[in-house]
């Protein structure tokens, strides 16, 4: 998984995966994270609940955690403030 640090933030790439069956954090593959989720694409509603799966799976704050770009596509950058790259990856890849 490709991490970037800017600003004293990490920026990781998602391919995410609405409408499924049910909501996981599948692992990576291309360098990106993929995680599946039961919301569909519609009003944002997938990309709340994207937000909800990494910030239990971090064990962060929702505020912790922002979508940089790809708001209305699957594939999106995102940020998170409070970790460090070793925790980020253990905590993502448990």
Known sequence: MII???DGRL???VKIRPRASKDAVEGVRDGRLEIRTTAPPLE???????IRILSKKLGISRS????LSG???RYKRLAVIGLDRTGLLQRLLS
Request: hydrophobic share 30%.
């Open 4 to 6: 970037d640090e800017k």
């Open 11 to 13: 920026i990781f790439e």
């Open 44 to 50: 944002g509603q997938a990309n709340e609940r994207l």
């Open 64 to 67: 912790s955690l922002e979508i």
């Open 71 to 73: 708001e209305h596509s």
